[in-house]
Structures are given as structure tokens and as C-alpha cells.
């Protein structure tokens, strides 16, 4: 039989692993009867955490939000990967430079000296180089982020890649991160009635937060579906190469923003690319580093063989 204490760590443990728990859902997992458990649900909100409790079949528990931040219980390597983050944060937020800084402090005063040596050892060869990544607004991701959760609309003013403006409201359902530290909102385009990619960093203000929504089933592959609309569908030019290479062999070398990656056979792939003229679509799939034919379309041949021909001057001057 477990002690008090240590069953109160596993409940809160439990809790925070998930929005919300069903009160028999909750029992089960934590191998006590239903009796015992209001008891610790009721110890721990005398401790100030802030436990929500419905009545009937739709019923059950849920850690709410309190008046102050209640202690987290994190494993050696949650505590681990949030500090990386803390450190990464500093660059990628708008404004949260300062605030990283004293969570990491605080982290790190905490940490057991095995972590603080492992957290002190990435932060000691780690160095961040100054790139053209947009910096994020932490409010406005977070906004998206529980817009997504609780199935809520949303409406903001957007900028598209053109610079137009336009006000748009959507259904949330994803939020994706790319390599090259861009977040991308997928959502419902309630007035254009389709599935849109937007781009986080692109949006004005806050959002507001509207009534919820009733959800509609997403696209069928979600990654795929923005790799395709990052890497491809809104470029002037697009084309299909066929890869002198396993799929496998080349994912490690194509990131999410170059192209859609898909297997053709053990030794083949095919790779959709988009980009606004034709040589720059010949320098991405170049940087691939294999052998590569055009798939299509055929009336960009003639414009391929042109910048070859320059290719081929280029490499026989002496």
C-alpha cells in the first residue's frame, strides 16, 4: 500500500498528463478505490492546486488553472528538454529574452547536480548564430495553441506571402514547426470554405478568440499536407524529380520546407519542389547531392537545359 504522500505525487503526476480524466478512468490508473481518491483530490486542493470535479456521465477531473503556479513534477528528462528550451527561447520570442533567462536561473538552482552538470555542458559549447528566422510574439502562439486544444474560431488580420492584408476567421486544428524555427497554423478558412496554411509570423495582433466549433476531419496526412503547401503549391514554378535514391537515404537531407519527399521503389524517390524561377529549382534539387531527372512539367526542359549549358561553360573555363 502506497503512503499518502507518494500517492498524492502519483495523482498529481497523473493529472498533468492529460486535460482530463473520467473519475473511474482516473481510480483505475492509479489502483485506488473511488472513495480514496476524492480523499486525495480534496488533499490536494488544500495543498492550492486547483482541481475542477463534474457530476454524471460526462463527469470527472480536471487540474485547473489557479491563482498561483502550483509545483510541476517533471523526470530527468523533461527537466532536461525544458532548459534546452528556455535556451532557445531567448532568440525565437519576441520580448522573452529576460524572461528565459530567469526561468533557466531558477531551473537550474533546482536541478540535482547530475542534470546541472548534463543541462551545463550543452549551454557551455552551445552558441546561437543570428539567422533571417522570424522572431514570434509567445502570446500569439499560445493563443493558437489553446484555440487548437479547446476547438474555439478565431479571427485575426493576416498578411499573405504577396503582402496583401485580409482579416480572416478560422477553425484551428494544428500548429507545425519546421527546421528553420517557422511555426505554420492549420486551419478552416471559414470565408474562402477550405483548408488553409498559415503562417504564424504573418499574423497582426492578437487573435480573438470566437465560439467554439464543431470539428470537420483534417486533411488525411497533416504533415504531408503542409510540406506541400510550404514547399510547393504557392511557388510560381513546381516540378517533380525523380531521385537517383532511397527515400530513406535522402530524408536526413531534405527538410519539410524544401520538398515533398515520397518512395518510388528501393533505389528511386521522387521529390515535389516549388520556387519563384527555374534556376532556383535546379539549385535545390542539386544540393539533394544524387543523380535526379525531371518528371515534370516538360515546358520547363527547355529552361533546364539552358542553365546547364551555362553549367557546362562555367566548368570548362580554364
Known amino acids: 500500500m502506497l503512503d499518502t504522500s507518494t500517492r498524492l505525487l502519483r495523482l498529481l503526476s497523473v493529472l498533468q498528463s492529460r486535460r482530463s480524466w473520467t473519475g473511474a478512468g482516473l481510480a483505475e490508473r492509479l489502483e485506488v478505490t473511488p472513495r480514496t481518491l476524492r480523499r486525495d483530490i480534496d488533499r490536494l486542493r488544500s495543498l492550492g492546486y486547483t482541481v475542477a470535479a463534474a457530476a454524471g456521465p460526462g463527469g470527472g477531473y480536471q487540474l485547473s488553472r489557479g491563482s498561483a503556479l502550483p509545483p510541476l513534477l517533471l523526470d530527468d528528462d523533461e527537466a532536461i528538454a525544458i532548459a534546452v528550451s528556455l535556451r532557445s527561447a531567448m532568440d525565437a520570442f519576441a520580448g522573452m529574452s529576460q524572461t528565459a533567462v530567469s526561468a533557466l536561473v531558477k531551473l537550474n538552482q533546482l536541478l540535482p547536480s547530475r542534470l546541472r552538470k548534463r543541462v551545463g555542458a550543452l549551454q557551455a559549447v552551445t552558441v546561437s548564430i543570428g539567422g533571417t528566422a522570424p522572431v514570434l510574439d509567445p502570446d500569439t502562439l499560445t493563443t493558437l495553441a489553446a484555440a487548437c486544444r479547446d476547438q474555439c474560431q478565431l479571427t485575426f488580420d493576416y498578411r499573405d506571402r504577396a503582402g496583401r492584408a485580409s482579416t480572416r476567421t478560422v477553425e484551428p486544428v494544428r500548429l507545425a514547426h519546421t527546421g528553420n524555427r517557422r511555426w505554420y497554423l492549420v486551419a478552416w478558412d471559414v470565408g474562402r470554405t477550405a483548408w488553409r496554411t ?11 478568440t470566437g ?20 514547399s510547393y503549391a504557392p511557388y510560381r514554378h513546381r516540378a517533380r524529380f525523380k531521385l537517383a535514391a532511397a527515400a530513406a537515404a535522402l530524408a536526413g537531407r531534405i527538410p519539410p520546407w524544401l520538398g515533398v519527399l515520397e518512395p518510388l521503389d528501393s533505389q528511386h524517390s521522387l521529390l515535389s519542389i516549388g520556387a519563384e524561377t527555374p534556376e532556383i529549382l ?8 544524387v543523380d535526379f531527372e525531371l518528371v515534370e512539367p516538360e515546358h520547363l526542359r527547355p529552361r533546364f537545359q539552358e542553365i546547364a549549358s551555362r553549367l557546362n561553360r562555367a566548368a570548362l573555363v580554364s
Open 211 to 230: 465560439a467554439p466549433f464543431r470539428p470537420r476531419p483534417p486533411p488525411p496526412d497533416v504533415e504531408r499536407y503542409v510540406a506541400e503547401a510550404i
Open 282 to 289: 535546379i539549385a535545390q534539387v542539386i544540393m539533394c547531392g
Open 198 to 208: 498559415l503562417r504564424v509570423d504573418r499574423i497582426n495582433g492578437r487573435p480573438a
